[in-house]
C-alpha cells in the first residue's frame, strides 16, 4: 500500500513512547497507511495481550492493557 502522508503527518509517534503508546499507534498506522510492517516487538506485545496485530473487534487495546495493568505489565517501556 502506498504512504499515507497526511496520516503521518497529523500522527507522530512521541519520542520515548510506551510499548503501549507504541501499540495504539501501529495499530491505528495499520489501518490508515500500511507503508509499513508492525515492528516484531509491538506483534510481540499485542500477541501477549491475546490480539493479533491488525485484528479488529471488540479486544481493542484499550482492553487489552486494562488487561495487562491487572497482570503487572501496563507501564513496561521499550526503547524504539
Do not use: D
Amino acid at each position: 500500500m502506498k504512504m499515507n502522508a497526511a496520516w503521518h503527518t497529523k500522527h507522530v509517534m512521541p519520542m520515548g513512547s510506551t510499548i503501549e503508546q507504541r501499540a495504539t499507534w501501529h495499530l491505528a498506522h495499520t489501518k490508515q497507511c500500511g507503508c509499513r510492517e508492525m515492528p516484531p516487538t509491538v506483534k510481540a506485545f499485542l500477541a501477549s495481550l491475546g490480539r493479533k496485530a491488525g485484528s479488529q473487534g471488540k479486544n481493542t487495546i484499550g482492553a487489552a492493557m486494562n488487561r495487562s495493568a491487572a497482570h503487572g505489565r501496563h507501564g513496561t517501556q521499550e526503547a524504539s
